[in-house]
């Protein structure tokens, strides 16, 4: 599903000083995968995914998705990639703030061009599906953090993509909560075969996963299994 | 320090359902305390911080600090308390987009009449104290989500104050710099005697702290030593 090959970040920052985040990075995910990332605060996490998203080119290196080098890509078949393939759980959540819980998770699928009624019905299920059923109608800054974190889980899964990126979405939840979220996850991947790429910071968290890829300053470490017992 | 009894907190929403969130809160932190809360997504730990940082509000209920009724204060007074007595570290960190993570750090000391080149001086010891003293001129987009929120802790402690609330304030951290923001922590407890609330889910970083606090549906239902080994 996903080839990464070679591919290099550096930022630019406004004082002109280059900042080189990822140094290299090549990875090949087959679907159906579930794979943590791991890695310290800074090394190139969130970069990494941002790319895998189609929200950041690299600097240098090939990503090829579904077989299409992204690259070649204009900028209308980007969106439609992002939009119908893939399902993206940013660290910072990124809720529209004057949007309910139910036309944030609806968003997607407005955008491909569902009803605004089958949106909101499709969105409903979905935040039922994971616990949120009551909130619909709140707005972002009406919800506690772990609640506006699963809004953002649930918009990420509403198109039922192949891919889903999930940056840190358990940072906020206690530990059952978290658990859940997991569940969920775990249960796309064995029963539809959704690819799954989760990072996070929590041991726990990731041994659930079957394989682990660890970050540090922006090069691969380690790509093995996840859990080692 | 902190006498809080009989605080209720009720929400209504926008369609007028009322939304009972904290049910009748009793507690009395002396000073010098390091008090971690934990508790489910949604039982109200970030809205008990909110008023005990005098951000918000009780229902119903009384909350005396540092000897003063928090609800006979006037506006003034208790942005005053909030500078100087203070530091707060949010779940969602609330950094000023548009302000370099200097001035972010050295904004409550602006606020409270010290001239800017003492400010940004003190900000710059303080990232430096948190590692952070390179990433002082970025903006916080150009930081990592654990960087953002170490830039909010900085903010926090620039003014050395008497109380520091932290709303999860290691969620977007790897396990080695949450060790080290919690090693921060400890070390001001120690030795400046400062009171510290600490919001978690993770039982690790709750351990560290000498007594624990368990919120469930809106009530208290712990109140002891925190590690129990
Ligand atoms: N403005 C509001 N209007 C209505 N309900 C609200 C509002 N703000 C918060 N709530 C509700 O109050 C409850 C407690 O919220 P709070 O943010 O205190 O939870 P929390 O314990 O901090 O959760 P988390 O661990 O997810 O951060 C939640 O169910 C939330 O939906
Ligand atoms: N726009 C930018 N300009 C300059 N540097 C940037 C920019 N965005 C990110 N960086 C830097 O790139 C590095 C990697 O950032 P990234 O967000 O990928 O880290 P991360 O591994 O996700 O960290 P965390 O665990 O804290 O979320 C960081 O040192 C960060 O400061
Ligand atoms: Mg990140
Ligand atoms: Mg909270």
Redo the contacts between chains.
Sequence with gaps: LIDVAGITKD?V???GVDVPVLHGIDLAIRRGEFVAI?????SG??TLMNILGCLDSPTAGRYVLTGNDVSALRDGQLAAVRNKTIGFVF??FNLLKRMTALDNVALPLAYAGVSKREARRRARAQLERIGLGEFA???PN?L????QQ?VAIARALVMEPALVLA??PT????????NEIIDIFVKLNREQHMTVILVT???DIAARADRLVRLKDGVITYDGPAATG
Aim: net charge negative; hydrophobic share 10%.
């Design positions: 930022y920052t406004p004082g791991m890695g310290q605060s800074g996490k969130s660290q910072g109608g709140r707005l009406q506690s953090g772990g609640q699963r940056d840190e940072g906020n939840l206690d530990t059952q909560t978290s910071h929590e041991p």
